[in-house]
């Protein structure tokens, strides 16, 4: 919603501006690579304990040979986990039939399943914010 004047007298916050231009910015200058929902997938992201946390938003999607995960923390606190398998998505089968799939994240991402190929992660986030992947994606 955009307003023709301010109706309270207020300061920007500089530091909520540039956290906007260090984290959000860059992803919507690359909106393209999150507006198309044929590549777009959802993930549980589960604790150590292996409780689903519903406060991390976890999705993936691609465009091109260009791909991008999110992972976003919907709360105020300290999570740690992982991301492995999608969440059922519908893919129309024969007439009016719909199966449910699930992709592994490397599928989602489109990689390659090769013990020799490498993927290298560009990570665009916050300082202090310090994802792991381990073993095959």
Known sequence: MEYRRAYWDETADEW???????????????????????????????TPEGYVNEDVYAY??????????????????????WIRISTPTPVKGYGDERNFVQKSLGEGLGLRNDPNAYTIFRIKSAPGIYPQLSGAV
């Open 16 to 46: 909520l501006i540039k956290r906007h231009e260090r984290e959000i910015f860059p992803l919507v200058r690359k909106r393209y690579l999150f507006a198309e929902v044929a590549n777009f997938l959802l993930y549980d992201f589960y």
């Open 60 to 81: 993936s999607n691609r465009s091109g040979d260009e791909r991008g995960l999110v992972l976003y923390h919907n709360k105020y606190a300290e999570t740690r986990g």
